[in-house]
Each structure stands twice: as C-alpha cells, then as structure tokens.
C-alpha cells in the first residue's frame, strides 16, 4: 500500500505544479487580452479531481488488493503514457497551457505536438488516468464513478472549446 500511496503523492503533487503553472499562465493570458470562459465548470473539476483523489485513497484503504505483477507492469505504462502526453501537450502549448478554458480571441490554433493528431489530447490522458490509476488497486468504485462524472465534465469542457474553435475560424 506504501507503494501506491507514493504514487498518488507523486500525481498529486504534479497536479498542484501544473495548477501553479495554469495560474501563472492564465494570468499572462488574461494581460494579452485574454478571456477565461465557464471558471463555474472549472471550479466544479477542480472540487470532482479533489474528491476523486480522496476517494482513491479511501478506497485503497478499505479494498485494495495488489494486482499480478502483469496488470501492474501495463497499467503502470498506460500511466506514464498518460503523463507523457500531458507533459507533451504542456511543452507544446508553453505560456497557452491552462487548465482552466482560458483564450485569446483571434490567436492560432497550435496544430503541433499532439495537437497534429487530437484535437484534445490531454483529455485522452486523463482518461486513460481515470482507468488505469484506480485499475491498479482493484478500486472499481472510483473507476467507475469516477469516469463517468469526468466523462461528463469533459464533455463539457470539449463542447466550450469546440465552440470557440468554430467561433475563432468564421
């Protein structure tokens, strides 16, 4: 248990550095004319990840079981795929990164990295996450759960962006 216990510290803490990172990068969105649309629905995804980590830990505690050492070995790759592709989608956008729906109007869309590919690759990431972290100690209530409401958060979250994308190429 000390194991994945370590291993939701280490992803927390990424998450908190990549908060601190949005925030600074949102701030220079915000000085170029930048507009930050629905902050309500990014409120509501930072409260769900905050309870879906809790959760994690809860559950783990009560249910947890360790996995075969195979299931161990693959979700471990789906996980550091997913924060690879994180990690990609950030270099790539640099300064544009934000977790929260932050644009300015009118600036080209990036169509490198990932982006040459999906048109929303972090959200790939987090999906993969939202399986293969709670797969790895048999935590089926939060995998569950847990995806259904981020599927539903996401889908959101890609319907405001799709939507600025459209307004931004007429």
Not at 20 to 35: C, H, T
Not at 105 to 124: D, E, F
Request: proline share 5%.
């Amino acid at each position: 248990m000390f194991i994945y216990s370590l291993i939701l510290i280490v992803i927390i803490t990424t998450r908190l550095f990549e908060l601190q990172l949005s925030k600074r990068n949102e701030a220079f969105l915000l000085s170029q004319g930048g507009v930050s649309h629905d902050p309500k629905l990014f409120l509501i995804m930072r409260i769900f990840h905050t309870l879906w980590f809790i959760s994690l830990f809860v559950e783990a505690h009560y249910y947890g079981q360790f996995p075969p050492t195979e299931k161990i070995i693959g979700l471990s790759f789906l996980i550091l795929v997913a924060q690879g592709i994180r990690l990609w989608t950030m270099r790539t956008l640099k300064e544009y990164w934000t977790a929260s729906v932050t644009t300015i109007p009118y600036q080209p869309y990036i169509k490198t990295g990932p982006y040459k590919y999906l048109r929303h690759p972090v959200y790939m990431a987090v999906v993969v996450e939202f399986f293969a972290i709670p797969a790895l100690y048999n935590c089926y209530r939060t995998l569950i759960v847990g995806s259904l409401v981020n599927m539903i958060i996401l889908s959101q979250r890609m319907a405001i962006e799709n939507t600025l994308f459209i307004k931004d190429q007429q």
